[in-house]
């Protein structure tokens, strides 16, 4: 009764990678563990992400890759909640639609997982012209400035796939994955290095995942407000704010790395060219200890970039989303803007 979704299964949708099963399986347990009367049904669907392998994701220029045909389906009805990677979701959403829960964030930071000849290595003890796999813009520009006697090579596909080109071929010597979905598939032995943010900033909102909803379905809301993680929630606030002011996406580096300690939210943001040469990277901090009052009302649905968070206070996530906005404003008066432009127009050429 009280959440008003008795009698009825709730489906949950997905991507049917394994990862994305895994993700959405433990995100449904929690909902079993809190909802133990109500039934919950897993619908899984391929999305154009997994459908274009042959692509470097930064080229194919659509913002929501891994998101639209879920969210096609929660617009049909046909679903009543979407499990995501928060990293995977754009900071305006469509119409409609809010993030209802970020659940508690794995692990954030970028892993090497080397191959088995390169076992025990670090990227320093690489030999020289040594090749890296990433799919990522964010990571080469990082990792091409701090490693110049690397290489850098594209490499697409789920995680199963991307370990088994690593593993079975001789094209790569190590390749850079989030560490967060290494855990969740159970591979955290594969970890040869992770990358902390003096050298490797993460991507906005990594390692936390994210449950889409329909906005004015206030049963559901409700339901899946209780997985939200404050923490995870003001950091990424404060994240997708950051990018959403640069106007970011998967086809510029963007990075982030947030803390949150004795109610102080630090965000460290940087922008960075193609080839890392160019770099901005600048760090503010806020308060975000403000007590939870109850604001029953017109408020109930107010979103940041996307979040829609009512048991986390209302000025705490202000607080955070203008936090992300000051660090990046202060980006684009050093210049952030050109930097950016010009990675979009080398990464469209």
Same mark, same amino acid.
């Given at each position: ?12 949708? *997905? %991507? ?7 993700? $959405? ?6 909902? %079993? ?8 049904? +897993?619908?899984?669907?391929? *999305? *154009? ?16 890759? #891994? *998101? ?28 409609? #639609?809010? +993030? ?13 997982? #080397? ?6 290595? $670090? ?23 701090? #490693? ?7 490499? %697409? &596909? ?15 010597? =190590? +390749? ?26 993460? =991507? ?53 790395? $947030? ?9 460290? &943001? ?12 600048? $760090? ?12 029953? &009302? ?15 206070? =209302? ?28 990675? %979009? ?5």
């Amino acid at each position: 009764g009280e959440n008003g979704v008795d009698g009825r299964a709730v489906r949950v949708g *997905t %991507r049917r990678s394994q990862l994305a099963r895994i993700q $959405t399986d433990s995100v449904v347990m929690k909902l %079993r563990e809190l909802y133990p009367d109500l039934c919950f049904e +897993i619908v899984a669907m391929s *999305t *154009t992400g997994d459908k274009i392998l042959d692509t470097a994701l930064s080229k194919i220029g659509e913002k929501s890759l #891994f *998101t639209k045909e879920l969210e096609n389906a929660l617009e049909r009805n046909e679903v009543d909640l979407v499990v995501h990677s928060l990293k995977d979701l754009p900071t305006s959403l469509p119409p409609g #639609f809010t +993030i209802g829960a970020v659940c508690k964030r794995e692990n954030p930071l970028d892993a090497v997982v #080397f191959h088995p000849k390169n076992c025990g290595k $670090t990227l320093t003890l690489l030999p020289e012209k040594s090749v890296i796999g990433t799919s990522s813009l964010r990571r080469a520009a990082q990792l091409k400035k701090k #490693f110049p006697q690397l290489e850098f090579r594209d490499i %697409r &596909g789920n995680l199963n796939t991307r370990l088994k080109k690593l593993d079975e071929k001789e094209d790569f010597s =190590a +390749i850079i994955l989030a560490a967060a979905g290494l855990k969740r598939m159970g591979w955290e032995n594969r970890i040869g290095q992770l990358l902390g943010p003096e050298d490797c900033l993460y =991507a906005v909102g990594q390692g936390a995942l994210a449950v889409e909803v329909r906005a004015k379905d206030q049963d559901i809301l409700n339901m899946v407000s209780a997985l939200h993680d404050a923490d995870t929630v003001l950091c990424c606030i404060a994240e997708r704010a950051f990018m959403k002011r640069l106007e970011g996406g998967c086809s510029v580096p963007v990075a982030v790395n $947030t803390l949150l300690k004795d109610g102080q939210l630090y965000l460290t &943001g940087a922008v960075y060219s193609l080839d890392g040469s160019d770099s901005l990277k600048e $760090t503010m901090q806020t308060s975000v200890s403000y007590p939870h009052q109850n604001e029953d &009302g017109p408020n109930d649905d107010v979103q940041h970039v996307g979040i829609t968070a009512k048991n986390v206070p =209302a000025q705490a996530q202000e607080a955070a989303e203008n936090l992300g906005v000051e660090l990046a404003s202060l980006l684009l008066s050093k210049g952030a803007k050109h930097i950016l432009s010009v990675a %979009r127009q080398l990464n469209d050429a």
